[in-house]
């Protein structure tokens, strides 16, 4: 049992000691507060999705559409026309069938294509852009706004760190290597 629990110790304070030789800065930990923000990350994707429903709004308000549509109905029959039983997909002169009756219901097709210019779509796509002009001005407000938060909070939290780092030093994070050791520039000897 001793020889687990020396070696656990002297494990811990290797991994302390080697870590000691990485130091992190307060600028690192901000960036990396910056870069994993789940509020940060949102507010930019707000802009990215402004900016791609200007491109779709550019599209309807200012490019014409060229629509095809059409129809077909069709009334299928078992003919027994000529002594012959076949299915017809449309059979407009058959005498002796079973199905539809074709003088209630007959097949017939349709087909069109529409095409629209949009005559007054630049002033509705000036407005349009005027609104995304301002939803990107907020959503880049609250990424500065929440940038300068992230910081001040990183900030308080490295300087509570390093108090507690002066106050108790090194041996309490070579014990208890949950805390971050990269931080510590003092030795655990």
């Not at 930019?44 to 095809?68: F, P, T």
């Not at 095409?115 to 407000?141: C, D, F, M």
């Not at 106050?167 to 030795?187: D, Q, S």
Request: charged share 20%; glycine share 6%.
């Amino acid at each position: 049992m001793k020889p687990v629990v020396l070696s656990f110790i002297l494990l811990m304070f290797f991994t302390c000691a080697s870590g000691q030789k990485i130091g992190k800065t307060l600028y690192h930990y901000i960036e990396i507060a910056k870069h994993h923000s789940p509020l940060l990350n949102d507010y930019r994707n707000q802009v990215r999705m402004e900016q791609d429903e200007l491109q779709r709004l550019k599209a309807m308000y200012r490019h014409s559409h060229l629509e095809l549509n059409g129809d077909y109905l069709f009334v299928p029959v078992v003919s027994k026309d000529n002594g012959r039983t076949s299915f017809r997909w449309n059979a407009r002169d058959a005498a002796d069938y079973y199905g539809y009756d074709l003088g209630e219901s007959s097949g017939f097709l349709h087909a069109g294509v529409t095409w629209t210019q949009p005559l007054l779509g630049n002033s509705s796509y000036k407005v349009a852009q005027e609104q995304a002009k301002i939803n990107t001005e907020i959503a880049r407000n609250r990424i500065r706004l929440e940038e300068k938060q992230l910081e001040r909070t990183v900030t308080e939290q490295y300087l509570l760190f390093q108090r507690r780092l002066s106050r108790f030093g090194c041996a309490e994070y070579c014990l208890f290597p949950c805390f971050p050791i990269g931080i510590c520039t003092n030795t655990c000897a």
